[in-house]
Structure formats: C-alpha cells, structure tokens
C-alpha cells in the first residue's frame, strides 16, 4: 500500500501504512539527518525530562543560560535550576573553577539538598571540560554527591537522554540504603513522570490493591526513597521506553521481577490490574474493575457522541502509542496515523497491533511530513507535544497536548477526562471560523430571479429563489424554492413580519441573498439570522461571483 505523502528518498522506509502483515514497520532507531527539522529533542533535554522532578537535589547546568532555560521548562514546569552561564571567556580558557565556585554557592544557598546533579551541555562537551573531576573535588569540600550527567546534546536524541539519565540514577541513587528484607506489598513504578496528577490515579488504585508505593521513577523519586527502591517485591513499567532499562538493571542487580504495563484507557488499565493483582495473589481484584469501568463509561457517555467517527493522530513518546491509540479507540475514534520522535521497533510492533488497516506507522517525522499529512489526511483531532500545536492550530486542525497539561488521563477517572478534553476541543467553537489549508469552502446562495438569467426581483416580492452551491469555481444549481407567502406590505406591520419570517426561514441554510433591492427592515432581520444581503441587478452568474468571492473570503460587503 502506497504512503498517502510524498517522502524523501532518506526519509523512504521511515513512514509505512499499516497492512496486514505485521512485520511491515516503520525504519527506526537511526540518527536524523542533519539540517531536518525535526520534532526530535537533544539528550540534554531527554535527561532534563528524566531527572528534572527530583525534589531534594540541587540541578545545576554547566553551559549558557539558553540551555539553562531550555532545560528549566521540562513538562511545562519550571523547575528551580542553577547555572554556570558559560560565556565566550569561559569557552577560551575553560571554565572547571567556575563550575567548583558554582557548585559550592548552590549548596550553600541550599543546605537541605541531599545531592548534586551536574549536566553537561554541548559547549562543555566541545570544549572537553572535565566535569567529572571537578564534581570528585566537591563532593569531598561538601560531603555531598556531586554526580555528573554526561549529557552534551550532540551525542544523541532525547532517547539517549533517557538512557543516560537511568544510568546515573542506576549508578549513584538506586538501592544505596540499608540492605533490609523487601517490604511484601511495596512496588515501584518506573517510567512515570506524574504528569498533571497521574501518579495519584495510579497510586490509588494500587492502594486498592493494598500495594504501597515505595519509589516512581521520576516523578515522584526522593534520593531517600530511590535508597529503598530495593525493597520493592515488583516493578511496574509504565514506559518502557524510560523505564525498561532500570527495570532489567534492578531485576539483574537486586533480583525484583517487573511487569510491563499501561494504564490509559479501560482496557489497558483493567489488564494492568489483573496482572498485578494476579502477582501479588489479590483475589479481589475484578471487583475493583468492573464497577469502576462501569462508573467511567457511564461518565463519559456525554462526550461520545461528538467523538465518534472521528479521526485522531498520534505523534508523541514512543512506549505510550498502542495504549492510546487503543484508548482513543474505545471512544469511537479513527487512529488514522501513529508516530513517535524515538520509537523503537517494539513499540512500532505495539502500535501496529493496534491501529486499523491503512492507518500510517511514522518514525521521527520532520514539519513537512506532518504538514503535509495534515492536509491530505485532515483528522479532526492531533495529539502529541507541544512543538507540534502550532503547527497544528495553522492547519486549522484541533490539538491535545500529551503528555497533557490540564488533568490526568491515567486509570478510570483519566479515561473520562480524556473523553471530556478530546470533545471539548473537537467542539470548540473557534474551528468553525477556521478553514484547513487545502480546503474550499461550500456556500449556499439564494437568487431572487424569474427567468433564470438575471437578478429581477425584490426580497420581499419574489416568486421563486434559485439556490446555488457554490464551491471554489464551480456553481451548481440546487433546487428552486417558492414561497408560499406573498406580501408587499411592510414588516412592521403582521402580515409583512409573517411573510419576511417565512422567506428567512426557507432560506435558513443559506449564508447569502442576492437580490434587487432589500428594505432596512428586511437586511436587520437578515443580518440576525445569518443570512448576508446582496444587492445586484444584471447577469445571474456574474452577481454569483461577486457574492462568492466575498463569502468565502469572509469580507465584509
């Protein structure tokens, strides 16, 4: 099956079009070609998103202040940071006394840390500053841990940023407390970030379960409670994709099974409690399930029928593709593209499993393949981070933003604020005044005309209106309407007000009028009810041009 997109000949293999061949996948896992602008981030964000909602640690980032900035607003927070704010002199002679000077003010001015993360940006790499040496000195001046996080941009995508983030997590934090029995229903969920209170969803129906929490990687990751990690009897990997690899490190290490898991949408978060329940031998586990997704579906109910049919596109972390799009699946909707910045070919494998036949399966699509998509495959609804809403709202095509910025999604109560957000910016008003670039307007014009030839009669005195659809340059002739009302007395008077009634409510799914002449009276009336009045003498297609090109156009008159 053909792609529905032009592609560059690098770029052929990276987009396919799910067939029923499962092994037909989307080329991934490759660096993006220099000079594409791609939706990709660096490594040092990919660390930043990582490690960025650590409470008791001081983050400090040896660089320029832009890349302080750009990695202060991970998750749409803006986390407390430090900087070197690296300049031109620095970069010369180097800049490891600055950073020793860095690091002892930022403990000083926080004598409640428990530790120090030191980011390497990309002119600390270029310049081979040697970081880790600089952190040994500190850590023993402040009997502190001063860990470097080797994370230059340049030495990868926001994956690999992820990866390094785990590593030192891996290395410095995990498991360093007391070597103590495990606690029998203690679990840490690793992988998620507590977007917008997911973790608490998460968390409560856990409790439900009589399981304790002990650790979240990251969202909710103290060094104290990272120390205990071990103690955990099961891991719950929520993203595989930030998670995974701490996951097989804590199995080989510490020898704690983990389940893989999701808990967006119904089903997926009921299959996420039967495993878990099953592991832990919880025999009341159905009779959390079945009421609550019965309570769910009955919530959202109300917004299903503004979802349903619709397309939806899926562009963001690559481990969470399969569980929306089966989640948006269950509210009726057409997953009609799935993509990821970084996805590997497990979650490619994942996804494909659940999306229907001739959806697209797309890896580190750059703007001109979404733009382009957009316009051909126009779905009512795209999905995904936040340097792609712009490009997005352009189109004239409604937006979500995941991970989400007004309320969570995960668990029972997550899936009905899915349904609430997806509706509710489906239905926005404001898309009715938007046109999608590629898309020509359809108008409906009424002709007061006898003869079909020209613009003959009043408003108030025709005998028959010629309805016209006009789309771009093309008018068709739709039908003849006659009404069955006649008056040529004034609408301030009964009979005038019944008879002007009746002509706007047979014209009622016009936008426009052309006519001889139109009283005050009668263009207030139109005005009220939508309908725009046009004044016009002469050839009947020639007034049709005049009329369309200020409708479509949205002039006024």
């Known amino acids: 099956m053909s792609v529905p997109i032009e592609v560059l000949p690098y770029r052929r293999g990276h987009l396919v079009v799910k067939e029923a061949d499962p092994s037909v996948l989307p080329v991934c896992s490759r660096p993006t070609v220099p000079g594409v602008i791609s939706e990709r981030a660096c490594a040092f964000y990919g660390a930043r998103w990582m490690l960025a909602s650590i409470p008791d640690v001081i983050h400090l980032i040896h660089g320029p202040a832009g890349c302080a900035y750009y990695g202060r607003t991970v998750r749409r927070k803006s986390y407390r940071i430090f900087s070197t704010q690296l300049v031109e002199r620095d970069i010369i002679f180097g800049a490891g006394d600055k950073l020793y000077d860095s690091i002892v003010e930022a403990v000083t001015r ?26 040994k000195r500190a850590t023993k001046d402040t009997g502190l841990p001063v860990v470097p996080v080797d994370c230059p941009g340049f030495c990868g995508s926001q994956a690999e940023g992820h990866d390094i983030a785990a590593g030192v997590l891996f290395k410095h934090f ?12 203690g679990v840490n969920i690793v992988g998620e970030f507590d977007v917008q209170g997911d973790l608490d969803e998460i968390e409560g129906l856990l409790k439900q379960l009589g399981l304790k929490v002990i650790c979240a990687f990251s969202g909710r990751a103290s060094v ?11 891991n719950i990997v929520h993203c595989r994709r930030t998670g995974q690899a701490l996951a097989e490190g804590m199995q080989k290490r510490f020898g704690i099974p983990y389940l893989k898991v999701s808990f967006f949408g119904l089903e997926e978060t009921a299959s996420a409690l039967r495993s878990i329940g099953q592991f832990f031998g919880v025999a009341g586990a159905e009779d959390i399930i079945e009421p609550s997704i019965q309570e769910a579906r009955k919530a959202a109910a109300p917004f299903l029928s503004s979802l349903a049919g ?5 562009f963001f972390g690559a481990s969470r593709m399969g569980s929306m799009a089966k989640a948006f699946k269950e509210l009726g909707m057409e997953v009609v593209m799935a993509g990821s910045q970084f996805g590997c070919r497990e979650d490619y494998q994942e996804a494909g499993a659940k999306v229907p036949d001739g959806a697209v399966l797309i ?17 009512h609804l795209l999905v995904g981070g936040t340097k792609e809403k712009y490009l997005s709202h352009k189109l004239g095509v409604p937006f979500l933003v995941f991970p989400q910025e ?3 999604f995960a668990g029972f109560r997550g899936f009905v604020n899915l349904a609430r957000e997806a509706a509710g910016l489906i239905s926005a008003p404001v898309w009715r005044l938007a046109r999608r670039r590629g898309e020509v307007d359809k108008v409906k014009v009424a002709v007061a005309s006898r003869n079909g030839l020209t613009v003959d009669q009043h408003f108030g005195r025709a005998e028959q209106f010629m309805i016209f659809e006009i789309c771009g340059e093309n008018i068709n002739l739709l039908e003849i309407r006659r009404p069955s009302l006649v008056s040529e007395n004034s609408c301030s008077q009964p009979k005038g007000k019944d008879g002007l009634q009746h002509r706007l409510d047979l014209l009622s799914d016009c936008q ?38 200020v409708l479509q156009s949205g002039e006024e008159r």
């Open 110 to 135: 926080n004598p409640n840390a428990r530790a120090v993360l030191v980011y390497a940006t990309c002119v600390a790499g270029v310049i081979g500053e040697d970081i880790p040496a600089v952190c």
């Open 174 to 185: 995990i498991g360093i407390g007391k070597a103590e029995q495990p606690i029998d229903n």
């Open 224 to 234: 104290a409670a990272m120390a205990n990690a071990h103690r955990a009897r099961l």
């Open 310 to 314: 619709k397309r939806v596109a899926l």
């Open 363 to 379: 890896d580190d699509a750059h703007e001109k393949e979404l733009e382009e998509f957009l316009v051909k495959r126009q779905p």
């Open 406 to 408: 007004m309320s969570p």
């Open 512 to 549: 426009g009028v052309i006519c001889v002449r139109a009283g005050r009276c009668v263009r207030e009336r139109a005005e009220e009810a939508g309908l725009m009045v046009f004044e016009s003498e002469g050839p009947l297609f020639q007034a049709l041009e005049q009329c369309s090109l």
